[in-house]
Nanobody
Framework: QVQLVESGGGLVQAGESLRLSCAAS?????MGWFRQTPGKEREFVAV????????RYADSVKGRFTISRDAAKNTVYLQMNSLKPEDTAVYYC?????????????????WGRGTQVTVSS
């Protein structure tokens, strides 16, 4: 069983930055970030392979967001720069036990409760 706790969300203006953190208890494999707005399906944002650190990003955040991990703390981060109003969403951290990078939320076994990010124009 893996438990995930996100933190770092908040209200910022367009162009500003936020850093989200996700602390995991238990063994993790690949860790990803997804986001969701009311009435829409959960959307892939970024993923990092715990072993090797390979990353992948959604096109909408590429060049602005950076995912990283601290193995000693069993924590993954999402640095979000140049935020836009369309980045407003609840952001979820998730763990996948697959051996490959996946952008599909159905391949993730454990989820945090989410943290709200609101970007005003």
């Amino acid at each position: 069983q893996v438990q995930l706790v996100e933190s770092g969300g908040g209200l910022v203006q367009a162009g500003e930055s936020l850093r989200l953190s996700c602390a995991a208890s238990g063994r993790t494999f690949n860790m990803g970030w997804f986001r969701q707005t009311p009435g829409k399906e959960r959307e892939f944002v970024a993923v990092i392979m715990w072993s090797g650190g390979v990353t992948r990003y959604a096109d909408s955040v590429k060049g602005r967001f950076t995912i990283s991990r601290d193995a000693a703390k069993n924590t993954v981060y999402l640095q979000m720069n140049s935020l836009k109003p369309e980045d407003t969403a609840v952001y979820y951290c998730a763990v996948s036990s697959t051996g490959y990078i996946s952008t599909y939320y159905g391949n993730y076994n454990y989820w945090g409760r989410g943290t709200q990010v609101t970007v005003s124009s």
